[in-house]
């Protein structure tokens, strides 16, 4: 990042920044600004002021940030490892839930609880109806963010609100925009069906991808590189959104050893075919499917040689989860009943009875005699059948959408709603999401989600408006190259249970530095092969004074302006007064660093 962080990315307050490898986009030289050639004693004045302007705009913008994958670290009790090893007093029937884990792992991060009182609660008759009745409540945990329902649910529904956004759902109303991101399919999507040419492997099948030269990786180089080309660019974000959760669901690495010809497909056919269908099929299509039989070893788990990993997160991730009340007796024999699901040599799923497991099964309430292996493939999806809807895995995917959609501890009220609905209609995630959007506790929840890493630099892009150029395949590359910098790129989280969803899962100072530099990179137009408006023309109009300018960019950038204490430490930080008029649109070159600054706030951290 050191090229990154050439002048103008200020964010080691002065500091010379370590030497680190090029992960993002080159700085291209230029003329430094009139201001900045006046001499190192005004850049220092305003590294002290940009300092303590970030003090003044809010301490959450400080401690939110990015975390590497290995600084996320579960504290497993030494009961539950016990069990897990065989040695447990338990003698391998003692639930991880009776060993003393974590209910799930963001509450590792969060703890246990809920927070049962938002302001409001219950379900209304419609989405809209929702968002008035909660808009009479008042709060439980009030946020800086406007409580306007519109900018509400496109911090939700949405990847970052844009200007157009707000406008398509002010004509059409909250209930018909909601409708039609509910059928992703009608929308049209431009912009990504060109910038996906850039990634042409995502849409190849296994047989296609065998075909390209041996070895070949590029694949799984392009499949995160698509997901950041739809999460900025797509109309059909609800659908994104809705994808990217269940990417963190039933997580594959991309890449990972094994994934050249399966990862991509595996998007394509598990997670994108049925994000908006029924569990169940997402669950059977992902226990046939190469990259995760690879993935998660049960490709190389035989009759003979059983091999725990599938059978273990069948339970504990993908559905009833660790507060499931399994054991590892039940892990057991979950693997037991997944053996024979295997992959042949040219990357396709094959159910091979020889290497399939016969004998009686027990996993919590499902049963079987499973006496022929030729019947293993049956006797297994029946058992996906059971978990799929099992009133665990219910509550477990209930309440991982609510933490998704409202806030990191939701209420019990909203996750039993929600898996009521879910066992109501067969697993199905449309009339889930649809009472979700008719709860009072969505509608009540305003700022209390933060962006994460990969969330805030999309938001980022979107807000700024850039665009795809004729450069788009090296702009996606460097892109990449910075998600990894913040610790969240895309598809990129190597353990098998995803990112975590939960603010205190990215309290980091480098990260939030890694976050800070992303909103230089995008306002001073840093990535090559982007078309990125020009700071000075985010505005249309210019307002005479510049109180009433800064006003007129926080409402551009954060779609609201910041409180008059805020607004004053902006003023402190450019060294004018209120008064002062705005004699053109650069503000003498400071605008590059100021319209970033306000993207440091606690406002963009926010959702």
Not at 24 to 33: E, L, N, S, Y
Not at 226 to 248: C, G, H, K, M, P
Not at 344 to 360: I, V
Not at 460 to 487: N, W
Request: neutral net charge.
């Amino acid at each position: 990042m050191s090229d990154r962080r050439e002048r103008g990315d200020w964010d080691t307050d002065g500091e010379q920044p370590a030497e680190e490898p090029r992960t993002g986009p080159k700085r291209v030289r230029g003329p430094a600004p009139a201001w900045l050639r006046t001499g190192r004693p005004a850049l220092h004045q305003l590294m002290r002021n940009r300092r303590q302007a970030l003090m003044a705009l809010g301490g959450g913008a400080l401690a939110l940030g990015g975390l590497g994958s290995g600084a996320a670290v579960m504290f497993e009790d030494p009961e539950l490892r016990a069990v897990r090893s065989g040695h447990g007093t338990g003698g391998g029937n003692v639930s991880p839930r009776d060993a003393g884990s974590f209910a799930d792992r963001d509450s590792s991060y969060s703890g246990i609880g809920d927070l049962n009182d938002l302001g409001a609660s219950g379900l209304a008759d419609t989405p809209s109806a929702a968002a008035a009745a909660a808009m009479r409540a008042t709060p439980r945990f009030p946020s800086v963010l406007n409580r306007d329902p519109v900018l509400h649910l496109l911090r939700r529904a949405t990847f970052g609100p844009t200007d157009a956004d707000i406008a398509a759902v002010k004509k059409m109303g909250i209930d018909a925009w909601l409708d039609a991101q509910l059928k992703p399919d009608t929308i049209p999507d431009p912009v990504v069906d060109g910038a996906l040419k850039a990634t042409p492997t995502v849409g190849m099948t296994s047989a296609d991808l065998r075909e390209l030269r041996d070895g070949d990786n590029k694949s799984q180089q392009e499949l995160p590189m698509a997901v950041l080309t739809r999460q900025i660019w797509s109309s059909r974000q609800l659908y994104e959104v809705v994808v990217d959760f269940w990417n963190n669901h039933i997580n594959i690495t991309s890449p990972f050893d094994g994934g050249e010809t399966v990862r991509s497909p595996s998007d394509v056919n598990v997670i994108r075919k049925h994000a908006f269908g029924k569990f169940s099929d997402m669950l059977m299509a992902s226990a046939r499917d190469p990259a995760m039989m690879r993935y998660l070893d049960n490709a190389s788990s035989d009759r003979r040689n059983v091999n725990e990993n599938y059978g273990r997160e069948l339970l504990e991730l993908h559905t009833v989860g660790i507060d499931g009340g399994y054991t590892e007796k039940d892990v057991r024999n979950s693997a037991y009943l997944m053996t024979g699901r295997t992959v042949d040599r040219d990357g396709n799923f094959k159910y091979e009875p020889g290497r399939h497991w016969t004998g009686t099964v027990k996993v919590l309430g499902f049963t079987h005699a499973n006496k022929s292996a030729a019947d293993g493939l049956k006797v297994g999806d029946a058992y996906l059948q059971y978990l799929a809807t099992h009133p665990s895995t219910a509550r477990y995917i209930a309440r991982k959408l609510a933490v998704r959609f409202v806030c990191d501890t939701p209420p019990q009220s909203l996750v039993d709603r929600l898996a009521r609905t879910y066992q109501e209609n067969g697993t199905a995630i449309l009339p889930v999401l649809k009472v979700l959007f008719r709860s009072l506790e969505f509608w009540i929840a305003t700022g209390l989600k933060m962006r994460r890493p990969l969330e805030n630099f999309v938001a980022t892009a979107r807000v700024v408006g850039a665009m795809p150029g004729a450069g788009i395949a090296r702009a996606l590359d460097d892109m990449y190259g910075f998600t990894r910098a913040l610790g969240m790129a895309p598809l990129a989280w190597e353990p098998p249970n995803g990112y975590p969803d939960v603010a205190n899962a990215w309290s980091s100072a480098a990260g939030m530095l890694e976050i800070w530099n992303s909103h230089r990179a995008f306002v001073q137009g840093s990535f090559k092969g982007l078309t990125t408006p020009k700071p000075e023309t985010l505005l249309g109009q210019h307002p005479p004074t510049l109180a009433t300018y800064l006003d007129a960019l926080c409402v551009r950038l954060l779609f609201q302006p910041m409180k008059e204490a805020e607004r004053a430490a902006l003023i402190k930080f450019l060294g004018a007064q209120p008064t002062t008029r705005i004699n053109e649109p650069t503000l003498g070159g400071k605008l590059q660093n100021l319209a970033p600054l306000i993207l440091d706030s606690v406002y963009h951290a926010l959702r």
